[in-house]
């Protein structure tokens, strides 16, 4: 046999049990409705920031008074661009696997199901390292 013929065997080769199948639905359901939650707030967020953005700012540099009172604008400006661009990113990587589990299921597509899995694989990397980063500046906070 010519070694360009020779297949790896599926997932849906070996007959995925109902439990199995389920499960894998259930992560797709849960895991669709936490990103359209999480799309929902992050648009409220927005539409907060932009209404309330210049009375946010003021507030900023008067707790923070050692910067100017023009230098605490862009800062505010920075770190609200930062939180909105990692947030988009984590829902985007979790909707993106949600549906290509879900479309993997329903097609019993192997290639689908293994690049919803590698989209949750990047949402938990990139969730894991904010969480490093969160915890580092929890922890700094004390020293």
């Keep these: 046999m010519d070694q360009n013929t020779i297949q790896?065997?599926?997932l849906f080769d070996t007959e995925m049990d109902a439990d199995i199948r389920y499960s894998l639905n259930e992560v797709s359901r849960t895991s669709r409705f936490m990103g359209i939650v999480a799309i929902v707030s992050l648009s409220l967020f927005l539409l907060f920031f932009i209404s309330f953005g210049v009375k946010i700012a003021a507030a900023f540099s008067s707790?923070?008074?050692?910067?100017?009172?023009?230098g605490a604008g862009p800062i505010f400006l920075v770190a609200i661009i930062?939180?909105?661009?990692?947030?988009?990113?984590?829902?985007y990587f979790l909707m993106k696997g949600s549906n290509l589990i879900k479309a993997g299921l329903a097609t019993n597509n192997q290639d689908l199901l293994n690049?919803?899995?590698?989209?949750f694989r990047i949402?938990?990397?990139?969730?894991?390292l904010v969480s490093i980063?969160?915890?580092?500046?929890s922890i700094t906070r004390y020293f």
Excluded: H, M, R, W
């Excluded at 707790?63 to 023009?70: E, I, P, R, T």
């Design 115 to 119: 690049e919803g899995l590698n989209a």
């Design 82 to 91: 930062v939180f909105f661009a990692v947030c988009s990113t984590l829902v």
């Design 123 to 128: 949402y938990f990397i990139i969730y894991g």
């Design 8 to 10: 790896e065997p599926s």
């Design 63 to 70: 707790v923070f008074q050692n910067l100017d009172k023009d």
């Design 133 to 137: 980063v969160t915890l580092l500046f």
